[in-house]
T-cell receptor, first 113, second 112 residues
Framework: DVKVTQSSRYLVKRTGEKVFLECVQD?????MFWYRQDPGLGLRLIYF???????EKGDIPEGYSVSREKKERFSLILESASTNQTSMYLC????????????FGPGTRLLVL | SQKIEQNSEALNIQEGKTATLTCNYT??????LQWYRQDPGRGPVFLLL?????KEKRKERLKVTFDTTLKQSLFHITASQPADSATYLC???????????FGKGTMLLVSP
């Protein structure tokens, strides 16, 4: 059974803190994605990676960075958390870009105070 | 600019009826369209994929149509059940096989 796991379901951080969100997939997928989901705005792509050490900006990369040192793991980093980064963060993976089904993790609800 | 529109108002229907959800798009030429289901506090789950040269796709009680002339996809759930209550998202894939762009989703509420 396919599985995408995220390191935390809920996270509370202070403004200015460095925040790491981790995602692991066990399907040997090439591609991994980070989205944020906000009421009224839907799912928005932050970054994606199509190979180890490769990354591409999505629609809203500002204030975020990513790291993919191993195929199964994709990390989202908030260098200096701000209150407007309070959101639900969803990680996904797929076999290839575009066509293929994306498998999502359960999400991390981040609150920045 | 490219736009994907799904009805922002929740759709309320009675158990046993057919639910029909709409996904409209503009300034887009998608090669594929996907539908996902999302339950509160959880990640989306893939349901169906339909290609631009397919008019209709079925899976059990689910049916998707794709009209590239109208720039519209319809998602039907027949014999709906309370367990079908969720938010349904459509997602488009561009002809360049790039990433998915998601609509904002429509909430479906099926009452017993």
């Amino acid at each position: 059974d396919v599985k995408v796991t995220q390191s935390s379901r809920y996270l509370v951080k202070r403004t200015g803190e460095k925040v790491f969100l981790e995602c692991v997939q066990d399907m040997d997928h090439e591609n991994m994605f980070w989205y944020r989901q906000d009421p009224g705005l839907g799912l928005r792509l932050i970054y994606f990676s199509y190979d180890v050490k490769m990354k591409e900006k999505g629609d809203i990369p500002e204030g975020y960075s990513v790291s993919r040192e191993k195929k199964e793991r994709f990390s989202l980093i908030l260098e200096s958390a701000s209150t407007n980064q309070t959101s639900m963060y969803l990680c996904a993976s797929s076999l290839s870009l575009g066509v293929e089904t994306q498998y999502f993790g359960p999400g991390t609800r981040l609150l920045v105070l | 600019s490219q736009k994907i529109e799904q009805n922002s108002e929740a759709l309320n229907i009675q158990e046993g009826k057919t639910a029909t959800l709409t996904c409209n798009y503009t300034n887009y030429s998608p090669a594929y369209l996907q539908w996902y289901r999302q339950d509160p506090g959880r990640g989306p789950v893939f349901l169906l994929l339909i290609r631009e040269n397919e008019k209709e796709k079925r899976k059990e009680r689910l049916k998707v149509t794709f009209d590239t002339t109208l720039k519209q996809s319809l998602f039907h759930i027949t014999a709906s059940q309370p367990a079908d209550s969720a938010t349904y998202l459509c997602a488009l894939v561009g002809s360049g096989y790039s990433t998915l762009t998601f609509g904002k989703g429509t909430m479906l509420l099926v009452s017993p």
